[in-house]
């Protein structure tokens, strides 16, 4: 009888964590990293325009797409929950600055080139789906870009990007970690050395 008890809330178990990931729509969330690239490539990668007019539509586009508050927080890691409200609003506002100029340097090296989706992979985190592509380059594989998706209330957001299997948002956490974890300063220092890098990024414009 407990076997049987214990096979029965397995299976609910299991339904509730299949329904969890059914959750997301595997195309929309295609179909909203498609537009997205789309977007990119057509609209601010291969115009024929200023970089100071690339870089606001950049900026708007990423911060439209990205789910940096999200990210941020995963970023900081413990030291969030440490941090004060001030100390979080400090390092949000510089680390999206930070993101969206990095990030939009990254999207140049796709320049004439074109995003080939190979459709989703599911996620263990609830509510979130991998968009899986590659983008064939003048030399050697086609490169491996894979888009971690988040959906909340039917809305999408990108949470990460792996390039060639490097996490994006794992690399900055485990940065950031270390940094703080040798600095005295803690948190208050790690938001002065990113102002410091999006300073100097801005600068060599």
Not at 125 to 150: T, Y
């Amino acid at each position: 009888m407990k076997l049987k008890l214990f096979a029965f809330m397995l299976a609910i178990a299991a339904a509730f964590s299949f329904n969890a990931n059914a959750q997301v729509d595997a195309t929309a969330a295609e179909k909203f990293i498609k537009d997205t690239t789309a977007k990119g490539i057509e609209q601010i990668i291969n115009a024929n325009i200023p970089q100071a007019e690339k870089d606001k539509r950049f900026y708007d586009l990423l911060n439209g797409a990205l789910d940096l508050d999200f990210i941020g927080q995963f970023v900081l890691g413990r030291n969030w929950r440490t941090a004060t409200p001030e100390q979080r609003k400090e390092f949000i506002a510089v680390y999206r600055d930070l993101n969206i100029a990095t990030w939009s340097k990254r999207f140049n090296e796709f320049k004439g080139k074109d995003f080939v989706f190979k459709g989703t992979t599911p996620s263990s985190s609830k509510g979130q789906i991998f968009v899986d592509s590659v983008v064939p380059m003048d030399q050697g594989e086609p490169a491996k870009v894979v888009w971690r998706v988040r959906e909340k209330n039917g809305n999408y957001k990108i949470v990460d990007i792996i390039i060639e299997g490097v996490s994006l948002a794992q690399s900055a956490r485990s940065e950031y970690t270390a940094f703080i974890k040798n600095n005295p300063g803690g948190v208050d220092a790690l938001i002065a050395d990113l102002q410091a890098k999006l300073k100097a990024q801005k600068s060599t414009k």
